[in-house]
């Protein structure tokens, strides 16, 4: 795991929902000066409240420091977002056209 500090690891979390500190703080009910602290590593979240921005950023604590996610670059993060939303069917697609792009 690459050496981080929580507040970057939030941004990039934040940067790949492509979500501003204004609509982050919105979903969690405190002012965007507050989520802007935290990313720019002037505070530190505690537990409850890291649990409460990773929930509305469609994460969890355990993923967020899992070493795989902090090594995953933002606009993989994002890819995984955006499939995490499709249908199956969609998804079964996608993989069939991912599949053509990997042959090329």
Do not use: C, W
Request: charged share 30%; glycine share 0%.
């Amino acid at each position: 795991m690459r050496e981080q500090k929580v507040g970057n690891l939030l941004r990039e979390l934040r940067k790949a929902k492509n979500l501003t500190t204004q609509e982050l703080a919105d979903k969690v009910n405190v002012s965007q000066s507050y989520i802007s602290r935290f990313e720019n590593n002037k505070a530190i979240p505690d537990v409850d409240m890291l649990d409460r921005i990773l929930h509305a950023l469609d994460s969890n604590l355990s993923s967020f420091f899992a070493s795989d996610f902090n090594d995953t670059p933002a606009d993989l993060i994002q890819l995984i977002n955006t499939v995490k939303t499709l249908s199956p069917e969609a998804r079964i697609k996608l993989n069939e056209f991912l599949s053509l792009v990997r042959e090329k």
